[in-house]
Every structure is written in structure tokens, then in C-alpha cells.
């Protein structure tokens, strides 16, 4: 159900959403083909936004669906140039680019907030792929001390060597350098606190008897 003061903020979302189409209104005429992307976008990302926050779990397979959807709006301004300039053929490319690069970021939020989510008893990708995989007996936050951050920083890597890859297949200098550079962040994140998480698999390995596999 809603919360009471869910209603307050739908005026503001119609003001938002307004002027966002409006900068469009402006240059596309009502029968382009434009306006089929915006509002199959639109609505996706709708779609995806309420699914995710009912979903307990997720499926690693149901990664890059899933945060396509959840991140569509940001393709709109993507399919506004191609449209704008002749370049509807691009279109494939760049949204293949943003499907990768998005699921990249999408898990390093999942990684940063993993505590915290499961505190709160939030789900996420990283989390439910942890729920999965930890030993019978196996806590989920030495899990993920003991692998699944470790396992979380693999996958991050992959996508973004995705995306780095989709990159260069559009053949933007720019948009590879983009990545580049976002891979050299994380990494140097990763390097630098990898000590730190030795020192608390160490800990955790004191504290917490370590689980055996059954059978």
C-alpha cells in the first residue's frame, strides 16, 4: 500500500515529468518515432522501479534485464541525439553500452551498501547471490567478509570490461576513456582495502567457527 504522505509527492513528480517532456516537445513532431521510445522507456523503467522494490530475490540471470529497465530514462536523452541527427542505427549500440555499464554500477551500490541492506533488510543482487552460495550454518555477513564481497568486486570488474568492450565498439575515444577510468577507480578502491577486509577475515575466523558442508 501507499504511505499518506506518498500523495503529497505526486504534484511534484507531474512537474517533473513535465518539463522533462517538454524539452522534447519542442523538437520532435508527434508522429516521430521518437516518442515510441520515450514512452516504452518511460514506462519501463516505471515497470522495473515498482518490481524491484517487491522482489525478495534476485536472479544473477536477471541482472542486465532488469537494470536496463530500471535505468531506461537515462536513454532517452541517447535516443534524442540519434533521432535528432539521422543516427537512428547507433541506437542498438549506445543502449548495449548503457545496459553494461549500468549493471557495473548498479552492483558496486549493491557492494557499498551490503551492511547496511542487511540491516535494513533490504535485497539485492549481491545479497541474494550471498543467500544462495554461504555455507549451511554460515552467517551472511562473514559470507560476505569471507567471499562475497570478493566475489561482488569480480563481477563489477566483468561488467565494466563489458562495457568497456561496447565502448570501443562504438568507437568513441571519449567513451572508452570514460570507462577506463572508472575501472582504474575501482580497482584502486579494491587495492586499498583489501588489507582491511584480510584483517577482518582474520577476526571473523577467530569469532565464528568456521562451517562445514554436510554429507
Not at 518511460?42 to 534476485?58: C, D, E, K, Y
Not at 549493471?103 to 533490504?122: I, K, N, Q, T, V
Not at 587495492?191 to 567457527?209: H, S, V
Amino acid at each position: 500500500g501507499q504511505s499518506p504522505g506518498d500523495a503529497a509527492l505526486l504534484p511534484m513528480a507531474a512537474f517533473f515529468h513535465y518539463n522533462f517532456q517538454a524539452v522534447y516537445a519542442g523538437r520532435f513532431a508527434p508522429g516521430s518515432l521518437f516518442w515510441k521510445y520515450f514512452g516504452e522507456l518511460w514506462i519501463g523503467m516505471a515497470a522495473a522501479t515498482v518490481s524491484g522494490s517487491r522482489t525478495a530475490v534476485f536472479a544473477d540471470g536477471d541482472l542486465e534485464k532488469a537494470t536496463a529497465r530500471k535505468i531506461a530514462a537515462v536513454k532517452i536523452p541517447v535516443a534524442a541525439v540519434c533521432f535528432r541527427y539521422g543516427r537512428e542505427d547507433m541506437l542498438d549500440g549506445w543502449f548495449a553500452f548503457y545496459d553494461a555499464f549500468c549493471c557495473a554500477h548498479e552492483l558496486l551500490d549493491d557492494f557499498c551498501d551490503c551492511f547496511s541492506d542487511m540491516a535494513a533488510g533490504r535485497s539485492s543482487y549481491l545479497l541474494s547471490r550471498a543467500v544462495r552460495e554461504k555455507l549451511p550454518g554460515e552467517t551472511m555477513e562473514s559470507y560476505m567478509i569471507r567471499a562475497g564481497l570478493e566475489q561482488g568486486y569480480a563481477a563489477i570488474s566483468e561488467w565494466l570490461g563489458e562495457a568497456h568492450r561496447r565502448a570501443e565498439m562504438l568507437a568513441s575515444e571519449r567513451l572508452v576513456s570514460f570507462v577506463r577510468t572508472w575501472q582504474e577507480r575501482v580497482g584502486s578502491f579494491w587495492e586499498a582495502w583489501l588489507p582491511d577486509l584480510k584483517r577482518l577475515r582474520g577476526l571473523a575466523e577467530a569469532c565464528e567457527p568456521s562451517p562445514h558442508v554436510s554429507g
